[in-house]
């Protein structure tokens, strides 16, 4: 695993955003970075694929355990979502993806950060946007991404007959990129999609169904919206009779919580691929992080490191905390990266990379494509 700096391609703005991407830039820093790249060895890559693999079976074996032993209030699920999570897990309702964050140095085994398993984003610049850099620079060589491929097949093994609509909130550049680019996806597995934003979302109360904005039901939906903000919302109340199916489903709220980390640690201690973590402090006296249950874009969390503590800021302070062992995340030229490996009905597929200056990864970290040979 080597970090590579190299100049840019001319025009790459241009580029990308005719590829979808119209958010390369963020308060005129660039989020897309071609000014260095990574380069790994075919066997770094296939170890990063076991140990995705690995990972998601672990997972399924904790979310089985939540289940069986009924730890929902562990992680501060409420109860009135709990038939909805179970329901979707006696169903066994498909999982379109997710997105694991991994620290690797390409020397010691990669370590699970924590799992995006409900609304992972960074997936259109993974899948095409770093495919075409590849394809323009490095044509001879190879990249750790089926992921566009993989989608198309998991859509066409979902089922599904009606419409599906895609939503997500408004004046959000980068989830509608990336929900565009799942509805491609979709239309490109042969499905009939709509779009539309959460506010337009409609709730018919006579026939008890969610409709959209020409009042047609909406019997199938894929949302980029947190399943914890849609189940403490008044139409989320509505869920468990409105005969709506949702992808992610409502089992993923198990997988997304970052509470997680401490089942799968109590489970499986001393796992390689684990980093120690648990509910209470503990043994924790440095060197540790912690994230609150539910948070995103390294919002609120804390880092204590050598005696210093350092927390980013965020909208999640005050809340129920995980506390896990500080990741040994690599820094190559004071740029620390972490590994987005990608899962797509339920198998690895592909990696994407983010950097920043500091150890925790946010929504100003930069994504930096990647080769192999």
């Not at 690895?348 to 494509?369: K, M």
Request: net charge negative.
């Amino acid at each position: 695993m080597q970090r590579i700096s190299r100049p840019p391609r001319i025009n790459w703005q241009q580029s990308v955003e005719s590829q979808g991407m119209s958010y390369h830039t963020i308060d005129d820093e660039p989020y897309w970075d071609e000014t260095a790249c990574y380069l790994f060895d075919r066997a770094e890559i296939d170890l990063l694929e076991n140990v995705t693999n690995e990972l998601q079976e672990r997972c399924i074996e904790a979310a089985q355990h939540v289940i069986d032993k009924d730890l929902f209030d562990k992680l501060q699920i409420p109860a009135h979502a709990v038939p909805l999570i179970v329901d979707s897990w006696d169903k066994d309702e498909p999982s379109l993806y997710g997105r694991f964050d991994l620290a690797y140095d390409g020397h010691a085994p990669p370590k699970l950060l924590e799992y995006n398993a409900d609304t992972p984003t960074s997936l259109l610049e993974a899948s095409v946007i770093q495919w075409f850099w590849l394809k323009d620079l490095y044509p001879d060589a190879d990249q750790f991404n089926s992921i566009h491929e993989r989608l198309i097949e998991a859509w066409k093994g979902m089922g599904i007959s009606s419409t599906v609509h895609f939503s997500c909130v408004a004046d959000a550049p980068e989830d509608f990129g990336n929900l565009e680019y799942l509805r491609d996806t979709a239309i490109q597995a042969g499905l009939s999609t709509s779009q539309l934003f959460m506010n337009d979302i409609g709730f018919e109360e006579v026939e008890g169904r969610y409709v959209d904005l020409d009042d047609r039901p909406i019997d199938c939906m894929f949302k980029l919206y947190p399943w914890e903000w849609l189940v403490n919302e008044y139409f989320g109340r509505k869920l468990a009779t409105a005969r709506m199916r949702l992808i992610e489903p409502a089992w993923k709220m198990l997988l997304s919580n970052k509470g997680l980390l401490a089942i799968m640690w109590e489970l499986f201690e001393g796992h390689e691929n684990l980093l120690q973590a648990g509910f209470e402090a503990g043994p924790f006296r440095d060197n540790y992080v912690t994230k609150p249950l539910l948070s995103r874009e390294g919002e609120n969390v804390t880092v204590h490191r050598n005696g210093q503590v350092h927390e980013v800021e965020g909208s999640y302070g005050g809340k129920a905390l995980v506390y896990q062992q500080l990741a040994p995340i690599p820094c190559f030229d004071g740029n620390y990266p972490v590994i987005g490996s990608w899962i797509v009905a339920g198998e690895s597929a592909g990696i994407g990379i983010r950097e920043d200056r500091q150890l925790v990864t946010t929504n100003a970290s930069r994504f930096l494509p990647h080769y192999f040979t």
